[in-house]
C-alpha cells in the first residue's frame, strides 16, 4: 500500500515538478486516507538507511522516541478520512468546505468541542 500511494504521489506530482515537501504532505494525507499513517511512519523509522541520511544523529527520528509519535499517529487511525493527494498541487482542488469537514469531524468525535 506504501510503495502504491507512493508511486500514484511521484507520477502525478514529478511531471509538474512539485517539490519534495508537497509530496510528503500527500503521502501523509494518503496515510490518513487508508488509516495506516503510524504503520508508514514506523516503516520509515526502521529504515537505517533513510533516517541516517536525512536527519541528524540527535534528532527524534533516529532516536528510540520515534516510538511515541507513532503511538500518538495510531490514534488517528480510527477517524475516516478523505483528504485530496493533490490539494497543493491544484489550485481549483482548494475550497473552504474543506476546513468544515474537518471541524465537523472533530466535534462528531468530541475532539475540540469548543470550536462550535
Avoid at 3 to 26: C, G, Q, Y
Avoid at 48 to 56: G, K, L, N, P
Avoid at 71 to 99: G, H, I, M
Wanted: net charge neutral; with cysteine; proline share 4%.
Amino acid at each position: 500500500m506504501l510503495f502504491r500511494a507512493m508511486h500514484l504521489i511521484n507520477a502525478s506530482h514529478d511531471p509538474l515538478n512539485i517539490s519534495a515537501d508537497v509530496k510528503l504532505r500527500s503521502l501523509i494525507c494518503a496515510g490518513l486516507n487508508e488509516q495506516c499513517l503510524h504503520m508508514w511512519f514506523a516503516t520509515f523509522c526502521q529504515c537505517t538507511e533513510v533516517t541516517e541520511r536525512w536527519y541528524a544523529p540527535w534528532s527524534f527520528i533516529r532516536s528510540p522516541a520515534w516510538f511515541q509519535i507513532k503511538c500518538e499517529l495510531r490514534l488517528l487511525s480510527k477517524y475516516a478520512f478523505n483528504l485530496s493527494l493533490d490539494y497543493e498541487v491544484n489550485p481549483s482542488s482548494q475550497t473552504e468546505p474543506v476546513k468544515q469537514d474537518v471541524q465537523d469531524m472533530l466535534i462528531k468525535h468530541h475532539l475540540f468541542s469548543w470550536m462550535s
